[in-house]
């Protein structure tokens, strides 16, 4: 009989034949580590100060004894329980590699545990698995009161990633259980959006790297931070699904095709007007967070956006159940590092993907005030821009400006964002300036920062909108908003 096991230590105690996987990586989340991986890790900041305590044990913590958390062997694991009757694959995903479960679980296949498949395939998946048990231990600490603080994979552990419930085995492979993010929707239509890079520099395989690098130049990837992985679209005339005709064309089409294509309109698509301001909700969320932390503390390669919305309401409804709202998850960690553990991966860029996806929602937005965030904490007054002269030099533009980084460590640089997501980003941050202006071919470039320079050049494209931070009334702050938004009407808002 084979054996598979992570730490030696089990390893030893079998008689039978065993194959030992190679380690996983210890990375630096802090919640759960694989050389003490019967155990969840208390964060520092809980106010434990001996070592011997920030330690629980896992088996105090799980609530499903059939299913495998921490120490993982293949052969301790219980069968899967899958719902043979019902077969259900993510759009960007591989025929085999799911399975749907009962309790509105699925299960997805892991090679992190065989050492008989290529190292980098089971280096990738263990780097998943790790992801998913500082999620786990995060989740289990909380509700059993060892943890009340606040932690960088808190909105991941609460609403962004789909719930992992442990391990199970299913024709002598390993599968991840997790929630089932279709489960309730009659007929799910999703969309699987790749942000970011989707593959590193250093990728140990050249000639994959290379082929992805020429890639990005032909796909949005290059210019977007985001490609098509794939999508599944419930076509209600039909009655039937539209999906991805060929994985490596269909990733030459430019975003607005993907979306417009993915959400249709009010008129094909009964679900449209929700599904925008949902996900533009959840977009503008998750890109004000990853500003804000994941760019300095995440690395991410080839991670998925998955949009997913009920495609058949009639049917839902027909059924009397309640149509399920649209919801947006992050997916796909077998590549997702604390940024202070591989900085050599360099720039991620899924804070570009991020807003480029969050452009092209907004693109489908009724063009009214309330895309101006009025419910903004803080509140900016237009100081030049435009037609406005008022302190102003050559042809209406700025006299300052925020510099381009790194002339200024403190200052920032967002292309492809609304007007109201940059000011929103500036009052995030409590940035004393903001400035927005449209750019041929990049659609938008926002910059933030907390002193100005004088302005040397101008230039004969767009001129920039610069808005400083002040106390108004009430009435003041509504009207100055509104002031921002008819400069921003008089074009096409990126």
Known sequence: MLTLCTTGSDCLRAEETVVEAPALEVLSWGLWSPDKCDQCIIPDDAGVLWPEEKMVSIDSLREDSGLGVGCI???????????????NVQAGGHAGTFHVLRE????????AFDPTVPEGHQYSAGTEYNFYMQLWCLGALRKAGHFSGTHLLDPFQSAWAPKFYGVCRWVDAAFLVM???FAGYKKESQLDLKVGVTVAENEPQKMKWLGQSIGSLLTPTGRDGAK??????WNRKTS????????KLSQLHGLPWVFNTYLGNSSSNPQFEKSVSAFADQLAQMFRWWNRYGTSKIRSIAASLLFVYEGDTAGAEWDGNPVNAPRLYFIDFAHFFPAADKPELGKDYVEQGLASAFREIDRLKPNDVSRLAVDAPGSYKKVCGLADLRASGKNGQC?????????????????GISMSMCQNLADDSSYAFFGWRRVPNQRSECRLCNSTVSRKFYTT????????????????????????FNDSATGSEA
Do not use: M
Request: charged content about 30%; aromatic content about 8%; some cysteine.
């Open 240 to 247: 039937a699904y539209e999906t991805t005709y060929s994985k």
């Open 461 to 484: 494209s767009e001129p920039w909108l610069f808005f400083k931070r002040t106390k108004e009334t009430d009435s003041e702050r509504l009207a100055n908003r509104l002031d921002l």
């Open 73 to 87: 062997r293949l052969e301790d694991l219980g069968e899967c329980d899958v719902d043979v009757t019902v077969e």
């Open 399 to 415: 006299l300052e400006k925020c510099a381009t980084p790194p002339h200024n460590g403190n200052n920032q640089q967002i292309k």
């Open 179 to 181: 929630q089932n993010v």
């Open 104 to 111: 509105n679980r699925v299960a997805k296949l892991s090679e």
């Open 228 to 233: 098509l992985a794939g999508y599944k679209v």
